[in-house]
């Protein structure tokens, strides 16, 4: 940590700093200069962040150095985490494709798209029975009943389900159900949710918050990891911009940037992301090309009856041209789909 | 609702659009020109809002012209709200000071905090008991020891207490205790939370979400309001944009025109918009002049010694003279401190 | 300047960057720790600045500490500056108002505004004879013919006329006829027609670019003052987010920021920040309220006929009100309009 | 052109709106409800866009339907443009690589840049002569000895020469030495710069700005291209975010919307968009994969020493390897290198 102090910044104030420091077993080094003083301190991470720098007088302001986050952290564990879900494996050999519909609508629906998904050779299901809707006159999923559905889909094909769980109290209901408890991007930062899906024995798939950065995603995976539960694939999804053209901007050098920072799985949504499906193949090659561990897509038997995200589902026939596009792809960088 | 088609869009799928918006007991009306077709869809918005429009086929976009909104805004109740908590009234009348630490420490620092904003004119004390923070490993919150402390701090000062409720199985706690819930930024799309404090007979504080449009700020709301919850007090603090040099991007013209768009109070919170002490009183000045109903402010009896947010909040002797400085503004605007 | 460097730096390259900080004279102090190395570098700020330190084999990041701004800085001039336009000052004692339509598009039109502004109180004129305008196919201003009627504007009434220029060519055509010279937002970082600014002898307007910091905005107002034109009014005008429900998000936080940074004096626009007409009122309260020198205000005979901007310019009954409202609110602030 | 009127309209304000399309040759098509009146615009863009509909009484909002730009758009031109540059072709069936340094520093920096460039494979050299910089004591480039400097680079290496033109002053000047005129981001919206391009028979590459719109950028290149300079090079290059990872946020959705919007090629930049030396390579591989026409990276013999930009600068060697990594994939996406 880089403490950096005030102009005409008291003898006193520079104590006083260096003492708060040493009371939490840190060291100070001292930088004095004409115009400038600034110490450096050395020490415990969890001791040091308990200390309110920027409210000590004379100090200007503070530069974190070290990350907030550990266990995710590649300095932690180098190796790049591969994370198993049934016989699907998540991780830097694979490109993993998540298919499903927006929100479960009807058995009907749910068994049609997971078929196609199956067939097209996607290796994981996705479908919300738990909707979160900005808008409060909106559709907000099935409950349990879809959950139920989504379980029947998952015989029938044997595709893993990935399923989002709201609230902390449907944790135990999603559990009994999902194979992947995903966490939506409105609740990135709710830490309590994640907190708790840290003492699941299932994985977490995070999606990034959409005014959240990637630091503060790794922060959010580390309240996960650091209550025992290390399987979390993180999932960039866009964020939040001036423009207009798509949804949210969907934020690509996320993906190395993460690589670099955390051995942690990441995949990409360009669904969410741009809410268009004509941007769909490219930006799903992209994914690819820069490094992602796979992608997740909306598909639905029928766009035009989605209660939910129609505009950005594609269609199943679409949906298995997509994935035979990227079959070479992928073959080309050396991942499994 | 107006549906414009793509450019070329086929007679059939206009008869598309028609059909359905009928089947929801919806009027189209078409206007079709040479290069541009618009459909005018007139009907219940409940009904209007299932129909996933941008899925179909021919469609090119769809603008919402009703707002999603009904309850909480001007055209259900075009007298402004104002809002009881004990012997204090938010509203159109009153410029509301709500004062207090960031977090509850201890019982000390809290009755000094206590002692101060009542003695200085603050009618409504803050502190939070369960704090959420994007670094896993800073201080958390006391929980119901906190909770007790700032009932304790009620009981010395008659100010009526404003705490945050971050966890669904966390409000009948928070209940018993606090006089106004608060919901913060972070949770603001937490709708579970958002509907369960629909059933609660106390008033809600919700902040606005550090990327959520005044818009979806009024969903929110509307989610609490249309379980039965009306006493709701809206909480300007600041977007996340480029400029670093406050911490978030205070938008005070949300204040006029959230006053012409809903009739419940809204409040300015200056200390986390800016992140800066030296900000906070002409921001304090700024939000009265524009309309605000009042201003939530960070106190503390030390702030070096904060555990949370310590540069932003102001010593309490500060605090004393920003009361002062607000009350001949506030007279001028003939509104009561 | 603090030089953060990275986790298992070598020697040699600390050495390195220390033999750099001595070849231009400046001092480097080290602070070794177990997981960091912090250099804290001390010299002259140009010199400093000529080094790519982050380009430097072992340096993680580089944290300027000095401002890249010195003749504008409140350090380099503690007193606030007062600027002379004609008769009138803009500046710490004053509340300048500006008025006058977007575009300059008939004597008539002209005339009409600026009789009225000199009636309803205000202190400079302003019109738009070049106009950058997105859309090449939108209006685009009437060029000299319009800093003639502009001329004349200031003949009958006694205005000084504000009007921008958009292109160094123009400087000394502009120059005959205004009184103050407008950099536009999107010329803020044209940093040649600053600098030729910074030649001329009358006052510079400039306004800050859409996307830009006030760190950024200072940094532009250093590149006029350092050629020897010390008169500039900055101008916050809005920034670019997410946010829809105004055309941008007026900073009024930028104000009081920028008044501990700078001497110049500040004034807002809420017309262009807000687009929006029925948010002017409340905006030029909280302007005057939150310590700004000064609002610049939008316009226009019949705002329905207005080639640009009509949306949120004034008509000119309104306007008359506007100057009325804010009369006793200037009075309270002992500021003269 | 569609207009809603606010709830509560007057027959007489209809009448207003329909008489102005009328004016101007243009149909009204009306839509009454009984909460909302649309009045869609049929008629000639360029009509259209003269009349301030929302400065109308009565008018809610205006969506345009019609886009703003025709001569770049793919309506005008469906099939995608190729640009020559000299013996190198920009467009759909190559992946043209733009490298060189930030600036041009001095004669030996250069040739040995663009010897490098020339044997890793690289078709056009780029190298600033004049730089716009933030900071006003940054350097500012070598101007015209700059441009002879690439001249030479030319002379001796074959490769065409892309360099940025700041000023409309200097537009001949650069034209003499330059094969591709760059108009940096921070001009994009210079829209006299862009006006004179449009008369210049060279090839334009347009970069983005920071804070602009896709949408705005093919405005932007609608202004060279109405003029006659029809040879345009779109650049993505990032933009502004709260996100500090990276110096901006790279947009790659833009590429393949840009790709349906416009028949123009666009690159992309991801030196400027990430400021990070690590992630060019990831990033080219997407930028390729998403079916930019090229990319352009920084290069320089010696980072540690570049007056500009070294932290995002490949080493020469380092960018050998990029283009070695890129040829394949080059191929499989069948675009030549």
């Not at 520079?14 to 400038?36: P, R, T």
């Not at 409060?136 to 349990?144: M, V």
């Not at 997740?296 to 594609?314: F, K, R, W, Y």
Request: with cysteine; hydrophobic share 45%; net charge negative.
């Amino acid at each position: 940590m880089v403490i950096v102090m005030k102009e005409g910044v008291s003898q006193q104030e520079i104590d006083f700093v260096i003492e708060k420091l040493h009371s939490v077993g840190a060291e100070a080094h001292v930088s004095q200069g004409e115009f400038m003083t600034v110490i450096g301190a050395i020490g415990d991470r969890e001791n040091l962040l308990q200390l309110p720098f920027e409210a000590y007088p004379g100090v200007s302001k503070v530069i974190p150095v070290m990350k907030a986050y550990k266990m995710v952290s590649r300095e932690f564990k180098p190796e790049l985490t591969s994370i198993r879900v049934g016989a699907v494996t998540v991780g830097p050999k694979t490109f993993t494709i998540i298919a499903g519909p927006c929100s479960v609508e009807s058995e009907e629906q749910v068994l049609m798209a997971a078929r196609a998904a199956r067939a097209a050779g996607a290796t994981l299901f996705r479908g919300g029975a738990f909707k979160p809707r900005t808008n409060p006159y909106a559709f907000q999923g099935l409950g349990e009943e879809g959950l139920a559905i989504l379980a029947t889909a998952r015989e029938e094909t044997g595709l893993p389900i990935v399923t989002e769980v709201l609230d902390v109290r449907d944790i135990e209901l999603v559990y009994r159900y999902a194979d992947v408890l995903q966490v939506g991007a409105r609740n990135m930062q709710n830490f309590l949710l994640l907190k708790e899906l840290g003492f699941v024995d299932k994985p977490v798939l995070l999606k990034r918050g959409m005014s959240s950065t990637i630091e503060e995603m790794l922060m959010a995976a580390e309240y996960i990891a650091k209550e025992g539960n290390g399987d979390i694939i993180l999932c960039e999804r866009g964020i939040r911009t001036f423009e207009t053209a798509t949804r949210n901007t969907l934020d690509l050098s996320a993906v190395p940037y993460a690589r670099e920072m955390t051995h942690l799985p990441i995949i990409v949504d360009p669904s969410h992301a741009t809410g268009r499906r004509d941007l769909i193949q490219p930006l799903c090659r992209a994914s690819l090309a820069v490094g992602a561990d796979g992608v997740m897509v909306e598909i639905h038997p029928n766009p035009s009856e989605a209660l939910c995200d129609g505009p950005q589902s594609l269609p199943l026939e679409d949906f298995k041209l997509l994935v035979e596009d990227l079959r070479p792809l992928a073959e080309f960088f050396k991942r499994e789909i």
